[in-house]
């Protein structure tokens, strides 16, 4: 494709995964791509049982009061993740530690387990936004907003960019780093609005309102077709 046809328009400022569903994240500096989102991202359900539903941070919000991280070397092409989890207290399990689940347990008062997602991925498993529209999040609630809340993979800065400007990419294609990405449409992901106790700034709310007011969701869904890796600083190119 002709350079003609691409344009700058801006570059990646954040990345978020959340490898355990609904757990807080990590930001790494860059991670691998993998099956049209990132290595490591969303790969473990914590799930209530006996009935295996996955729990929803809007069911248990202190659920992101523990944090996830990959153990990875993005440099070493390995295909092989290791995810750790830490509770409040500091202490660090593997994620098939069982007693991670014994924990938790104790924690949220339920018998919970953490299991693996199996079957087809998500067909745009990545949530982009920009930095606009993410200020504007931040201005309604009324307060800094974790990112955690939002569950963005992608933050990007958009050159004189206002917010919503990003759902002008659905349909279209856009290049980060080395990876080309696949606009898909408005964003699936839910926006975490449930009170916080230990962070009782802003007003969830408000924040809950601008949503609604915006269809439902902030910022668009998106896959890698192509491409290994994404960097903070990679420019952010629209392909035509």
Not at 111 to 123: L, M, N, Q
């Amino acid at each position: 494709m002709g350079l003609e046809l691409a344009e700058v328009v801006g570059h990646l400022t954040d990345l978020h995964r959340f490898p355990v569903e609904p757990l807080g994240g990590e930001g790494p500096t860059e991670a691998l791509v993998r099956g049209g989102g990132l290595s490591g991202d969303r790969l473990y359900d914590v799930c209530e049982e006996p009935r295996g539903t996955a729990l929803t941070v809007s069911a248990v919000p202190t659920l992101l009061d523990y944090t996830t991280r990959c153990l990875e070397n993005p440099g070493s092409g390995t295909r092989e993740v290791l995810t750790r989890v830490k509770n409040p207290a500091g202490r660090e399990f593997a994620v098939s530690d069982p007693e991670l689940a014994a924990d938790l347990s104790r924690s949220l008062g339920r018998k919970v387990t953490i299991r693996r997602r199996e079957g087809a991925a998500s067909a745009a498993p990545l949530h982009l936004i920009s930095r606009a529209t993410f200020r504007l999040a931040e201005r309604t609630y009324g307060g800094p907003l974790e990112p955690e809340r939002l569950r963005a993979n992608l933050l990007v800065e958009i050159t004189d960019g206002k917010a919503f400007d990003e759902d002008r990419w659905i349909g279209k294609k856009i290049r980060i780093g080395d990876s080309l990405l696949e606009i898909v449409g408005p964003s699936s992901e839910c926006i975490v609005t449930a009170f916080r106790p230990q962070n009782p700034a802003g007003d969830a709310d408000l924040l809950a309102g601008l949503v609604h007011v915006h269809g439902g969701h902030l910022g668009v869904s998106a896959r890698a077709i192509s491409g290994s890796r994404v960097r903070i600083a990679d420019s952010v190119i629209l392909v035509e």
